[in-house]
């Protein structure tokens, strides 16, 4: 296989995480969990997509749920030792969410943030067509920002939608929050 093909099977393989639900529930779920941001609501409205993730893995996440066993085994130093917390799975997963932009394009990103219309001026079209990790060595700060600004729009997109569902079960719930009785 050449380089070429190799970067694009790299890149489809980065697209395909990037797009897996599972993974992305459980990044903004890490996100939830900063309560200086979100207090206990954002974990609360979060937790039930964790729940149906967890119970329901996709392959990507059945990836990250090996890998972490099998780290906290070899920490532990004995087949079958050791423990892995939620919050290490969380953790593992945002950076098996994360670790691999570099390997898709610049205008990748751009349209997983609905931005396809960027302008030439912030952006050329040459880097646009860049991998993430050439685009790093062309411009480090653009890069920098442009993970930092991708990161943000997961998370804030995801938690939104949460917080949005919340909302909406509240008005589907309006009778019996309305006729519930008087805690005592």
Do not use: C, W
Not at 145 to 160: C, D, I, P, R, T
């Amino acid at each position: 296989m050449t380089e070429k093909n190799e970067r694009e099977s790299a890149r489809k393989t980065q697209l395909d995480i990037l797009k897996s639900k599972s993974l992305k529930s459980l990044v903004v779920a890490d996100a939830a969990r900063d309560l200086r941001k979100h207090g206990d609501v954002g974990k609360e409205l979060t937790h039930a997509d964790y729940i149906s993730v967890m119970s329901n893995p996709d392959g990507y996440l059945s990836q990250v749920l090996t890998g972490a066993f099998l780290n906290a085994e070899n920490e532990a130093g004995e087949h079958y030792g050791g423990a892995v917390t939620p919050i290490q799975i969380l953790q593992t997963a945002k950076g098996f969410y994360f670790g691999g932009l570099d390997k898709i394009r610049v205008n990748d990103v751009l349209e997983l943030m609905g931005r396809s219309d960027f302008s030439d001026k912030v952006i050329s079209g040459n880097q646009r067509q860049m991998y993430m990790e050439d685009f790093k060595g062309a411009n480090e700060y653009a890069y920098g920002k442009l993970v930092s600004a991708y990161a943000q729009y997961v998370e804030m997109n995801g938690l939104g939608d949460a917080y949005s569902r919340g909302g909406k079960a509240i008005a589907g719930n309006l009778e019996g929050i309305l006729t519930k009785k008087k805690d005592k």
